[in-house]
């Protein structure tokens, strides 16, 4: 079941530079898509959703960008910090009273100095 | 601070014991769900938990798995003979006010011997 795809298993960005997380999806009746950061160890971090009948959806230095023709959406950070390497996972959910996630794969981004 | 606590961090336990993994929300919520993710894995949903009764579960939660919600307040998971394949981090979950993201615990690292 590949309903979310994070083709990109890591990816490697020079601080203060922009990021760019892409992730594809199958499922046209999604109702939200959500962006997840993951430091090892830990829980999963909610970091931004977009509604699918949104394009864009801003906070602070993350963005994230919905095309719905292509079913791809990205998130974007800038400008990358040191604290923002982790893994990020991108997600999907049916809207119901109890809706399950469905993750990706996630990506492991990389700020280098 | 964590939206909802899980314990034990780390349980190791022998092939076909049982295993109860404990979620304790902040504060008051409806919406509980369960997911796991397998080392190198995705995060993958397991069940989903309203008003103390299933709402919906995966292939993966079968006859070997059970929730519940003992007191009202805390939120389990038993496993009752696990497996090797059982080794995995497991996430407690709870519903976001916009009824779509969901907030992780830190998780509880089950493994297997």
């Known amino acids: 079941d590949q309903q979310v795809k994070q083709n990109s298993p890591s990816l490697s960005v020079q601080e203060g530079r922009i990021s760019i997380l892409n992730c594809d999806y199958t499922?046209?009746?999604?109702?939200?898509f959500l962006w997840y950061k993951k430091y090892p160890a830990e829980g999963p971090t909610f970091l931004i959703s977009?509604?699918?009948?949104?394009d864009k959806n801003e906070d602070g230095r993350f963005t994230v960008f919905l095309n719905k023709s292509a079913k791809h959406l990205s998130l974007h950070i800038v400008p990358s910090q040191p604290g923002d390497s982790a893994v990020y996972f991108c997600a999907a959910l049916l809207y119901s009273s109890a809706s399950k996630i469905i993750f990706g794969s996630g990506t492991r981004l990389s700020i280098r100095p | 601070e964590p939206e909802v606590t899980q314990t034990p961090s780390h349980q190791v336990t022998q092939m076909g014991q049982e295993v109860i993994l404990r979620c304790v929300p902040i504060s008051n919520h409806l919406y509980f769900y369960w997911y796991r993710q397998i080392l190198g894995q995705k995060v993958e949903f397991l069940v989903s938990?309203?008003?103390?009764?299933?709402?919906?579960k995966s292939e993966i939660f079968d006859d070997q798995f059970s929730v519940e919600r003992p007191d009202g307040s805390n939120f389990t998971l038993k496993i009752r003979s696990t497996k090797l394949e059982d080794s995995a981090m497991y996430f407690c979950a709870r519903a976001g006010t916009g009824g779509y993201e969901q907030y992780f615990g830190p998780g509880t690292r089950l493994t297997v011997t």
């Open positions: 499922n046209s009746m999604f109702d939200y």
């Open positions: 977009i509604s699918s009948i949104k």
């Open positions: 938990f309203y008003n103390n009764e299933i709402s919906e």
